[in-house]
Structure formats: C-alpha cells, structure tokens
C-alpha cells in the first residue's frame, strides 16, 4: 500500500511541474500578444499608463533595464529603440495583466510590497530579474512565497533576510523597519 501511495505522489510531484511550466508558456504567449497590441502605442502613453498606476521612474527604469534619463527622453518623444520598446510594452502588459486577471487593486504599490515579511525581495525585483512568470504565480495564488523565492535564488534566505531588522506596521499605518530587540 505504502509503495502504490509513494508512487501517486511521485506521478502528482511530476504532473505539477509539467503543469507548471505549460502556465508558464502560456502566460508568456498572453504577455507577448499582448506586448504586440501594446508595442503600436506611443512610448510616452505606455509610460502614462505606468505613470497613471503611480509607479516611480525609478521602478520603471528598474523594470525596463534603463536609465531614469533615458524615461525622460521617451517621455519627450525622443527616440527608443525597438528592443526597449518592447521591454516597456512586456512591463505595461504584466502590469494590465495582473491588475485586470489577478484583481491586484493599485498595481504600483503592491510591486514596491516584500513578498514575504522581512524578506528583502520584491515583484519589482522578480520582473526586473526576468522572472515575470513567478509574480504572476504569487499573484494568482499559484505559488507558495518559499517556492517562488526558491526559483528566483535558491539562498534567498541568507541573501535576502538580515536576521538583525524586522519589519513592522507602524502608527501612521505604513510598513517600517527597525532593528530586533
């Protein structure tokens, strides 16, 4: 009995990781149909509609692999090359995606949110790090926070956490850090 329920659990272990990466593909082809409708508008209106969700120049040149300038001269008019065209159409797309299919009410806000209480590690780093595919599993409820974390760097726990800080919700209602007793 053991054996056949051992090997039920081996077959299940496999499924989902088979099921696992077809949500993957088929969310990337999502994204990319997506970035093709979205890569048609204007730089400076996918940057509005970033802008629109509340989200820093900062995060965005994170997100896109730019400069803060380079945003700027995007947001003039300027030119922007075809290759970083597409990175902020990818960026505006797993942003819709997420606010529009995973009901993540202000986007911005929840990009900036650790994944995990005192966990140095944020959906902005996993989309910067070309790791969209597990922000929208954390999103969708599809991936438990230590696996996603596991998938992005597996020593994330000696990376990312310093066990001197935690986090803590303070009077004014905002996420603060201070140093543990």
Not at 110 to 118: D, H, K, L
Not at 136 to 147: I, M, P, Q, T
Request: aromatic share 8%; with cysteine; hydrophobic share 40%.
């Amino acid at each position: 009995m053991s054996q056949h329920v051992g090997t039920i659990r081996q077959q299940v272990r496999h499924l989902d990781g088979d099921t696992r990466e077809l949500h993957r593909r088929a969310w990337e082809d999502d994204l990319s149909q997506s970035c093709q409708l979205l890569g048609r508008q204007r730089p400076a209106d996918l940057l509005g509609r970033l802008n629109d969700w509340g989200f820093a120049w900062r995060d965005v040149a994170r997100l896109t692999g730019v400069s803060v300038p380079a945003l700027q001269k995007w947001r003039r008019g300027e030119n922007i090359t075809g290759e970083n065209r597409l990175k902020l159409a990818y960026v505006v797309a797993v942003v819709e995606k997420i606010e529009q299919e995973m009901l993540v009410n202000d986007p911005a806000s929840w990009f900036e949110m650790p994944v995990a209480r005192g966990v140095a590690v944020s959906p902005i780093d996993l989309v910067a790090s070309g790791k969209a595919h597990l922000v929208l599993d954390l999103a969708s409820n599809h991936s438990a926070v230590d696996e996603a974390l596991d998938a992005f760097d597996p020593d994330w726990r000696e990376r990312y956490i310093d066990p001197a800080f935690e986090t803590f919700v303070a009077n004014d209602g905002m996420v603060s850090i201070r140093p543990k007793d």
